[in-house]
């Protein structure tokens, strides 16, 4: 059975499809999912809440054409063909403003570099996979970022502190195995003790940690 974990896409069956048309939806949200459907596009793994997994909470966002709605779903594992995975952010780059390119190339080889791979979530990752219009003026550079343990997470997080791009602001999360995530920018300013607490988001729920010693003892971080 493949493992869950956030930022995780999944793409169902044209049954799953089904079902879920048969569902009591407004207008709107029924003609966005007949439009998913008919396309086959992905939708996201969000907070599980069944221990078991033979339900999986899924969400769709909406684009602008149907008011940037987010729909939650359910569906049986059953329903989903194959679990995939957010465009990785060099596959992405020609979608982003021209005067922000040069610098997101930089960061994708640096990344490689360090042995991590950034993969765009949010609206721009939307954009990518579904060719409609996700993107609001100012909308971020949503990045999640794997990494193996506290210290490549400072050199990671170092690295995406040094982004710098006109018109373009970078955020997201660094993903520890066990599927513990952490903002970036919050990693950063707790390591540098400008924090006192880290916000630690997992697929069945989120924690707040306090000390440097109880999170790198963390089942699944350290």
């Known amino acids: ?126 954009q990518h996979l579904s060719g409609l219009n996700h993107l609001r003026e100012g909308s971020d550079l949503d990045l999640w970022v794997g990494v193996a343990d506290p210290e490549q997470a400072d050199v990671v997080a170092a690295a995406l502190n040094e982004f710098a791009a006109p018109a373009l602001r970078l955020d997201g999360e660094l993903v520890f195995p066990g599927d513990a995530a952490i903002a970036w920018r919050e990693w950063l300013a707790w390591r540098e003790g400008r924090s006192r607490a880290l916000l630690v988001k997992r697929l069945h729920g989120a924690a707040l940690v306090t000390s440097p010693g109880m999170f790198e003892a963390a089942e699944g971080i350290a």
């Open 1 to 126: 059975m493949t493992p869950l974990h956030r930022h995780q896409i999944a793409r169902l069956s044209p049954a799953g499809w089904r079902h879920l048309l048969a569902g009591d939806w407004d207008a709107q949200a029924r003609d966005c999912l007949r439009h998913w459907a008919d396309q086959a596009l992905p939708v996201v793994v969000t907070r599980q809440s069944d221990p078991d997994g033979d339900v999986i909470a899924l969400g769709l966002c909406a684009p602008r054409r149907w008011q940037r709605r987010r729909l939650a779903l359910r569906v049986p594992r059953a329903d989903v063909l194959y679990f995939d995975e957010f465009p990785r952010l060099e596959q992405l780059v020609t979608q982003l403003p021209a005067a922000a390119r040069p610098a997101a190339r930089r960061l994708a080889a640096t990344l490689q570099a360090l042995g991590a791979t950034a993969r765009v979530y949010g609206s721009h990752g939307w």
